[in-house]
């Protein structure tokens, strides 16, 4: 009894022993430390040497209110508290040995746990999809307890919970969206910047070259000034007023005396090498640059392209191909221009800005300091006008990927716009998204425009100061020294001072392009391809074709499985066929064969191996595909049905296509197997493409074989040379085969109905027909169907 | 427990069939062809007996001439492939070649003398082994390059012609082709 005071103090303690860190399963978020006014209560309820097992919330309560509920497991109870205005309620409790039976409904957007503990269901848990998980998880405890007795609560270690492994921030440590891979909150502007110069750091040597040549400009730039001081001072000035008017020393001197011909034939010459060395030394530059820049692009480009064939089908399930495209070309182009030009002239700027101040200060610091006066509004305003770009430029990019958009999905479609016609309304949607990129363009316009002045007017300012302050410190003659060349000088150095001023203010916006292209981009680079490839170490063995499905539940969205519960076996050689009405979940299972995508929960597993533990290269080298609608390449038909096997001979690719019922047509096209398919080649019709597709897949020779409504599209006659083909291509390998027409899966030694993602009957033809089931009344409504076109023939 | 399934099951690879048995390969060192003009070649021997009226259609006609001929009947149905027209004697070979010629006719473009757009249409003046000769393509994109540097153009008639190899074209031409593809 003591103890157990004593335990429950302290309340990492109070929980039984596998909870503590790095024993039993994790439980992750399932276990969150219940929060102290709600723990004060539950550890009042609780009876001598009773234990809590673990506690977590949901994030909606029975009546559909957002608000955390609480669910609290024991030894010996199970309760729900919810957070009201004044304090925790306990809302429902029960004991194992009360529990009948326990329901899970997963409804649209939502989710509800109903429990029977005697006198009918009664609402336990309600979730929205973010916590619906642990929902799941609470459903397989209790149903654990239901079968196996309260017995089983004290083994909750031995339930096997499935709990989604999410992956982490490795910086900050909060689970991060899967299908995103970024973590947000990490990500920020400078490290941005700091990965795109990391881009640079292959070519370093050349960098180093390129900001040499750069400085080597910026200073002789600054040459120019100073020469016109000294040509004022020393040549021009003592040849008006008399060598009297002239400073004492001068370094100068040793070439000719002060207002002497020699002395500026001196200055003369160095103005000319001013005038000529920086247009050489910044056209090597230019180019240095230029090399650096274009080799990023393709370096970039090749990585995310590179990076992009390694990410599961679920990243493409989620990004539209319009974007996916823009970011490939428009936002590495970006990241380009901005690393080959705009970084290097933003350094140039800065070297520039400080040196002119330095000089400035130098020559003269009270003529500086008044003349910079005006520097601080610069800053301000560009500041200001920076935030507000951001937001323009970033909503600009999205509207000019909606016409990328627009037009990649209208142009395919264009026989549908056409037989529905709907060419009017689709020229009225993209005339109203142009107009939009128009009036967001003048957004950024106006910002752009209102800018300008506002720069204008400081440097306008500026040179304002240069003559009237320095010609009052010229008249009055106090102190300092100040000469006519000095205030030329000044003058000068002005002129040379604002345009890498305004530059950087222009070069902030195009940053900002830079900063979200990159975004983008990294986004790409940086999301983890969710089959984890990487880690793989296993070759797939040459597979022999025993399938097995384990207990599978997979949904594309977390939250809305598609497969729940599915279990079965396929037999090496076997010709599986897969049944249905749409979205029973046919497709799914043959995307799971291929390891498209990752099971939820339970595995996939060919010849006894898990397939999340194989390379997906070994694994997908032994499985083809035909499917509804064949995809060619543009190239020519040989080299589409080569594509499954890039070594095949000629005369294995002839054979292949005899194989598939398609070399008769093959070879009536004037070109033969030279004839180009694709986008630029000949028209091929449905069943053409389909017999490629199963040449394609002959030729692959695979151990498995999918058909994925291989002969859906065609006519009676062309469809019996595919069944034909297909004949041919089925012996030996184990097959899955969806199709719609039951009549294509006469062949197969085994049907599996489908109904709602839960597999409901098995067995062959005549089997399932004297079950009286879902396929029998699936074959029956066909068999009305052909009968009415029989008729109406 | 899955070894003893594999175990039970016999290797499976030998349950499929045989791709290349779809392929009737035809003995080259067998084979007697004369030409009977206007009616195809006659075919001769110890396998198939004498055939006459038997035409031939290459697989790849532009990438492979001379390679996977294909020998049909009057009616168009298959009699077997010559996989490669060098391996027949020499009468054969030149009998075979010259059918081939006739029947599927792809001259070679050997010099490009000028290409315009006269109107928007792309027009070629060529020399090719059989003359020369003015095209006019439907579009650019008709000028296909097949890899390898051979080019294959098809005009707006359909009629087909071939650059083996761009390379081996004098430099004139070559400027030509490769701006104008």
């Known amino acids: 009894m003591t103890d157990q005071r004593t335990q429950i103090e302290s309340p990492s303690a109070s929980y039984v022993r596998f909870n503590t860190a790095g024993d039993g399963p994790a439980l992750g978020e399932l276990q969150q430390p219940l929060p102290e006014g709600l723990g004060k209560l539950v550890r009042q309820e609780l009876g001598p040497g009773e234990r809590l097992i673990f506690s977590f919330s949901v994030d909606m309560n029975i009546a559909g209110q957002y608000a955390l509920k609480w669910l609290v497991l024991t030894e010996r109870r199970c309760m729900t508290w919810a957070e009201t205005d004044d304090g925790y309620r306990i809302k429902l409790e029960f004991s194992p040995e009360e529990l009948r039976d326990v329901r899970l409904r997963d409804m649209r957007g939502n989710h509800v746990l109903f429990v029977d503990t005697g006198g009918g269901w009664k609402h336990l848990l309600r979730s929205s999809n973010t916590t619906s998980w642990k929902l799941r998880a609470i459903t397989k405890v209790l149903e654990t307890v239901k079968e196996q007795g309260p017995g089983a609560l004290r083994n909750v270690a031995d339930i096997e919970l499935k709990l989604p492994d999410r992956p982490v921030c490795k910086k900050c440590g909060a689970p991060i969206d899967p299908r995103l891979g970024v973590c947000l909150a990490c990500m920020n502007k400078r490290t941005l910047l700091v990965r795109m110069v990391k881009l640079l750091f292959p070519y370093k040597a050349l960098v180093v070259l390129c900001l040499a040549l750069m400085v080597a400009v910026t200073l002789l730039g600054l040459v120019s000034p100073l020469l016109s001081k000294w040509i004022m001072d020393l040549v021009f000035v003592p040849a008006i007023k008399g060598a009297s008017a002239a400073p004492q020393t001068s370094f100068w001197y040793r070439f000719g005396g002060a207002g002497s011909r020699d002395l500026l034939l001196v200055f003369g010459g160095i103005m000319l090498l001013m005038v000529v060395a920086p247009s050489l030394i910044g056209a090597l530059r230019g180019y240095t640059s230029a090399w650096v820049g274009n080799r990023i692009v393709v370096d970039l480009s090749n990585r995310v392209f590179s990076h992009m064939m390694r990410l599961s089908l679920s990243f493409y399930h989620h990004e539209e191909t319009g974007q996916v495209m823009s970011r490939i070309t428009r936002d590495v182009q970006r990241i380009h221009m901005f690393l080959s030009n705009r970084l290097f002239n933003l350094i140039r700027d800065v070297l520039m800005i400080v040196f002119i101040v330095a000089l400035m200060l130098q020559m003269h610091t009270k003529l500086a300091l008044i003349v910079l006066a005006p520097i601080p509004i610069l800053v301000v305003a560009s500041e200001v006008a920076r935030r507000k770009i951001h937001r323009i430029y970033h909503m600009l990019w999205r509207r000019y990927a909606a016409i990328n958009r627009f037009l990649s999905d209208v142009i395919p479609g264009m026989r549908v716009v056409k037989a529905f016609a709907q060419g009017r309304r689709e020229t009225g949607r993209f005339g109203g998204i142009m107009d939009r990129v128009f009036t967001q363009e003048m957004k950024a316009t106006r910002v752009h425009v209102t800018l300008q002045p506002i720069f204008g007017l400081a440097t306008g300012i500026g040179q304002l100061l240069v003559f009237v302050a320095g010609g009052l410190m010229l008249i009055g003659g106090q102190g300092e020294v100040v000469t006519i060349g000095l205030i030329m000088a000044f003058n000068g150095l002005m002129y040379r001072f604002y345009p890498p001023v305004m530059d950087l203010a222009r070069a902030l916006p195009e940053f900002e392009r830079a900063a979200t292209s990159a975004d983008r981009v990294f986004e790409v680079i940086d999301s983890e391809p969710e089959l984890q490839t990487g880690e793989r170490t296993i070759e797939m063995p040459p597979i022999r074709g025993r399938v097995e499905f384990r207990n599978v539940t997979f949904g594309y969205e977390p939250d809305e499985p598609i497969l729940k519960d599915m279990s079965f076996l396929a037999e090496a050689g076997e010709m599986i066929g897969l049944v249905g009405h749409s979205g029973a979940g046919k497709t799914t299972v043959i995307n799971l064969i291929c390891h498209f995508y990752k099971v939820n929960e339970g595995a996939v597993l060919i010849d006894g191996i898990d397939l999340t533990e194989v390379k997906l290269e070994s694994l997908r080298q032994q499985i083809g595909i035909v499917s509804q609608e064949p995809f060619l390449f543009s190239g020519t038909i040989a080299e589409n049905i080569a594509y499954s096997k890039a070594d095949a001979t000629s005369m294995e690719v002839v054979a292949a296509a005899k194989a598939a019922n398609a070399h008769d047509f093959i070879v009536d096209f004037p070109e033969g197997y030279d004839t180009l398919v694709g986008e630029r080649g000949a028209r091929i019709s449905g069943g053409e493409r389909q017999r490629i597709a199963i040449a394609r897949a002959i030729l692959k020779n695979p151990r498995i074989l999918i058909l994925d409504e291989a002969t859906a599209s065609v006519d009676t006659e062309t469809e019996e040379k595919i069944q034909e083909a297909l004949r041919r291509l089925i012996a030996g390998r184990t097959t899955f085969a969806i199709a719609h027409r039951l009549s294509t899966l006469k062949y197969a030694s085994r049907l599996l109905v489908l109904k709602e993602g839960r597999l409901v009957e098995s067995g062959t033809h005549d089997e399932l027909t004297k079950l009286g089931g879902v396929y029998a009344g699936l074959c029956e409504k066909q068999n009305r169907l052909a009968a009415i076109a029989t008729w109406s023939e | ?181």
């Open chain 2, 1 to 181: 427990m899955s070894e003893d399934q594999h175990d039970n099951n016999p290797s499976a690879e030998a349950q499929t069939f045989n791709l290349m048995e779809m392929l009737r390969v035809l003995d080259p060192r067998d084979l007697e062809v004369e030409r009977s003009v206007g009616e195809g070649l006659v075919v001769r021997s110890a396998e198939l007996g004498q055939l006459s009226g038997v035409f031939v259609e290459p697989c790849f006609p532009v990438t492979e001439r001379g390679m996977h001929l294909l020998l049909k009947d009057a009616d168009g149905a298959e009699i077997g492939m010559i996989e490669d027209v060098h391996k027949l004697d020499k009468a054969s070979r030149n009998a075979v070649e010259a059918e081939l010629n006739e029947q599927h006719f792809i001259p070679t473009i050997i010099r490009v003398r000028d290409i315009s757009d006269e109107l928007h249409i792309p027009v070629w003046q060529v020399d090719t082994d059989h003359g020369e000769r003015r095209l006019e393509l439907k579009r650019r994109h008709d000028v296909h390059n097949m890899g390898g540097g051979r080019i294959y153009i098809r005009d707006a008639a359909g009629n087909g012609y071939l650059i083996p190899d761009i390379s081996k074209l004098d430099p004139a031409s070559q400027q030509l082709v490769q701006s104008n593809s």
